[in-house]
């Protein structure tokens, strides 16, 4: 039964473990009318509250671009902006508190087309412009992968991006302009995003999802091979102190995992033990003070409940020290996003 809704995950209830620990969830998205995510084609504030409100202490989140809410008609580059106004709107009811007491998108992440060059630095202050108070920074999706049969759902599907010149000149200025950038490519890409980070030293970079491991598709069945490139990979990002983690985004089906397609959706126990090896592995190579647990809802929603994921992320880093574990789950979202909440 795969893609269950939340009836099925329902199905397995769960005792919130260690609910006073502060949590800053740093990435999750907004959508509306959208129908390439089954069931999940609605994901606003009611439902964000839903799983915000399901026991952990989530005091405030990070909203990251969907390609959801673009404007219709205008400049293409300028499209982008729509969502961050309207994302502005659904943080503003948020900090009315009448949808409970963690903060909806203190922080907003937008996009904005990096290959502009200089050309990028508009959009940027029309990003700004459309939330003064939130705006940190922009996604541009770069993944990419030679065979034909990988999925690839970036905006501007070219191969190498973070190695052009038009890239880098638009990543500068997204630096200089004080913003972050959100990696989310595939994990054969990660020693390119290293040297982008080497290049551009100011330039304040969030890995996304554990470094985009494929375990569908061409890559189904060929786990060693995958996981010592994801490793080298790691490695390479690891070693640029301007590169942060965010620990999540397992969920997605193309990880490989089959917890999305159970009659009985996975607890909180096996949860830990699955993911352990992988998460485990990027605490050890950046540190807890540059590591933050994300929950990338609704589309990690399509295996496990909010709950169930917060108790497993728990359970993993049981033998840290209690500064250890409010850096990865608040504290470093909250400074390099910068919310105070």
């Not at 969920?251 to 995992?257: L, N, T, Y």
Request: charged fraction near 20%; charge should be negative.
């Amino acid at each position: 039964m795969p893609y269950g809704g939340n009836d099925w995950l329902a199905l397995t209830p769960e005792e919130t473990l260690e609910p006073d620990l502060p949590i800053c969830d740093p990435h999750h998205h907004f959508w509306d009318y959208r129908t390439a995510r089954i069931p999940f084609q609605r994901y606003l504030l009611h439902e964000l509250a839903d799983d915000l409100n399901s026991g952990h202490n989530v005091r405030s989140t990070v909203f990251v671009e969907a390609r959801s809410m673009y404007r219709i008609d205008g400049p293409e580059e300028m499209k982008p902006v729509g969502e961050v106004e309207f994302v502005q709107g659904l943080a503003a009811a948020s900090a009315a508190g009448l949808y409970g007491p963690g903060r909806a998108a203190a922080a907003i992440v937008g996009h904005a087309n990096l290959n502009l060059g200089d050309g990028v630095k508009p959009v940027l202050e029309a990003l700004q412009a459309a939330s003064p108070n939130r705006f940190r920074g922009i996604r541009h999706t770069v993944t990419w992968d030679d065979n034909p049969d990988v999925e690839n759902t970036a905006a501007h599907k070219i191969k190498g991006q973070m190695s052009s010149d038009n890239f880098r000149a638009g990543a500068k200025v997204l630096a200089d302009m004080g913003h972050s950038l959100e990696g989310w490519m595939y994990f054969t890409q990660m020693e390119e995003l290293a040297e982008l980070a080497k290049a551009i030293p100011n330039l304040k970079i969030i890995l996304c999802h554990v470094g985009g491991i494929m375990g569908d598709g061409p890559y189904a069945g060929r786990q060693q091979e995958v996981m010592a490139t994801w490793r080298k990979g790691i490695d390479a990002a690891a070693q640029q102190p301007n590169i942060y983690m965010k620990l999540g985004g397992i969920g997605m089906p193309r990880v490989g995992f089959d917890w999305y397609l159970r009659d009985k959706p996975i607890g909180s126990e096996e949860l830990a033990s699955d993911m352990a090896p992988i998460i485990n592995y990027c605490i050890e190579k950046f540190g807890p003070n540059r590591c933050m647990f994300e929950s990338n809802f609704p589309v990690d929603k399509v295996s496990y409940s909010y709950n169930v994921m917060y108790n497993a992320f728990k359970l993993i880093t049981k033998g840290h020290s209690a500064s250890e574990r409010a850096d990865m789950f608040h504290d470093v979202a909250a400074k390099v996003y910068r919310i105070d909440v």
